[in-house]
């Protein structure tokens, strides 16, 4: 028998491991100092939608904390977003009225176009992006131009130049397209730069999957589709290497920064797309994601603020350098 099983010296019963990782958790302060993901407001949008008239805000039921606003108050919530640090709002515009092709989305005098110039009047340091598609505009509800039943890709293009050319006449900093439409990055920075807009940036929703989680923004919108559904245009859930392929061609277009849209369900895309590409990756974390919070907090199920700064984190980990959210203002007030 060896000296060291008749006699064991002290702590020689500890386990022989190669690191102990738990050294580096045990204070807050050390915590701080080793996270390899730090958050913060400097990568946050803050999403609004903005309804015609004025002095007007309407919360939205499925989107607790959430209202629909009149371009005066959402001049005024853009100053607070701004006053707290957040760099960007993006916009989501509600009609004066519907037809078939959505024409009240290239209005000048919409109200998307009127908060933008009102935004941008009261506080021009603020970034403004703006949603670019017809769905909320359409009588059907579909983010493009119907032929019959079918969507028209290249009419729908041109009607969303338009739309894109309006926002930025009205001062928008960055345009997002929303609908899914072959070839219409390329065609909004054409259209941009024919019109004297060289310096206004796209945003594009590269990779937007037709997602249900999209429930509760459109109760708010008022754009859930008249019939079927957005499978023609918005992406397949499965897909993963389509994602890539549609940024890749976003980015040839002209897109200064790509989005992937839902976040939560769709971290691996996220993932892929920071690995592949080297322009600014959005996440959108969208309403159905924030509602679900909402409701389960509601009922006392979860904390609120511990889960949504979990969720952003991930995002943020997951390698998204901005991230749209309807918590944006609460994470900068620290709650
Ligand atoms: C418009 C649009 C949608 C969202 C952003 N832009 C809805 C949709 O595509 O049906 C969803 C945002 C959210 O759920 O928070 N095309």
């Given at each position: 028998?060896?000296k060291l099983e008749t006699d064991p010296l002290p702590g020689a019963d500890r386990l022989d491991l190669p690191d102990r990782p738990r050294r580096l958790r045990r204070l807050d302060s050390l915590r701080r100092l080793v996270a390899e993901t730090r958050l913060t407001v400097d990568?946050?949008?803050?999403?609004?939608?903005?309804?015609?008239?004025?002095?007007?805000?309407?919360?939205?039921?499925?989107?607790?904390?959430?209202?629909?606003?009149?371009?005066?108050?959402?001049?005024?919530?853009?100053?607070?977003?701004?006053?707290?640090?957040?760099?960007?709002?993006?916009?989501?515009?509600?009609?004066?009225?519907?037809?078939?092709?959505?024409?009240?989305?290239?209005?000048?005098?919409?109200?998307?176009?009127?908060?933008?110039?009102?935004?941008?009047?009261?506080?021009?340091?603020?970034?403004?992006?703006?949603?670019?598609?017809?769905?909320?505009?359409?009588?059907?509800?579909?983010?493009?131009?119907?032929?019959?039943?079918?969507?028209?890709?290249?009419?729908?293009?041109?009607?969303?130049?338009?739309?894109?050319?309006?926002?930025?006449?009205?001062?928008?900093?960055?345009?997002?397209?929303?609908?899914?439409?072959?070839?219409?990055?390329?065609?909004?920075?054409?259209?941009?730069?024919?019109?004297?807009?060289?310096?206004?940036?796209?945003?594009?929703?590269?990779?937007?999957?037709?997602?249900?989680?999209?429930?509760?923004?459109?109760?708010?919108?008022?754009?859930?589709?008249?019939?079927?559904?957005?499978?023609?245009?918005?992406?397949?859930?499965?897909?993963?290497?389509?994602?890539?392929?549609?940024?890749?061609?976003?980015?040839?277009?002209?897109?200064?920064?790509?989005?992937?849209?839902?976040?939560?369900?769709?971290?691996?895309?996220?993932?892929?797309?920071?690995?592949?590409?080297?322009?600014?990756?959005?996440?959108?974390?969208?309403?159905?994601?924030?509602?679900?919070?909402?409701?389960?907090?509601?009922?006392?199920w979860i904390d609120e603020q511990r889960v949504a700064t979990e969720i952003l984190t991930a995002i943020s980990r997951a390698g998204a350098s901005i991230i749209i959210t309807y918590w944006a203002l609460d994470f900068a007030r620290g709650h």
């Open positions: 028998m060896s990568s946050l949008v803050y999403p609004m939608f903005i309804e015609p008239g004025s002095d007007l805000e309407r919360p939205i039921e499925a989107m607790p904390g959430q209202s629909l606003l009149s371009p005066d108050r959402a001049a005024s919530l853009a100053a607070e977003a701004a006053a707290l640090g957040v760099p960007a709002v993006i916009l989501f515009g509600r009609p004066r009225f519907k037809d078939e092709t959505g024409s009240d989305a290239h209005s000048s005098d919409g109200a998307v176009q009127e908060a933008i110039r009102r935004i941008k009047d009261t506080t021009p340091e603020l970034t403004v992006i703006t949603d670019v598609c017809l769905c909320a505009y359409t009588t059907h509800g579909h983010c493009g131009i119907l032929d019959g039943e079918q969507i028209d890709n290249d009419r729908s293009v041109a009607a969303i130049a338009e739309v894109a050319l309006s926002h930025a006449a009205a001062g928008a900093d960055l345009i997002a397209p929303s609908d899914m439409m072959d070839g219409r990055v390329g065609a909004i920075r054409q259209t941009l730069d024919d019109s004297g807009h060289p310096d206004t940036a796209i945003m594009a929703y590269s990779a937007k999957y037709a997602s249900a989680f999209y429930g509760p923004f459109r109760e708010a919108a008022d754009s859930t589709p008249a019939f079927g559904d957005r499978r023609s245009y918005q992406m397949d859930p499965p897909n993963a290497r389509e994602a890539l392929h549609e940024i890749e061609l976003d980015i040839l277009e002209g897109a200064d920064i790509v989005m992937v849209k839902p976040a939560l369900a769709y971290l691996d895309i996220l993932a892929a797309a920071r690995q592949r590409f080297d322009i600014p990756l959005a996440a959108y974390n969208v309403s159905g994601e924030y509602s679900m919070v909402k409701a389960a907090a509601e009922r006392g």
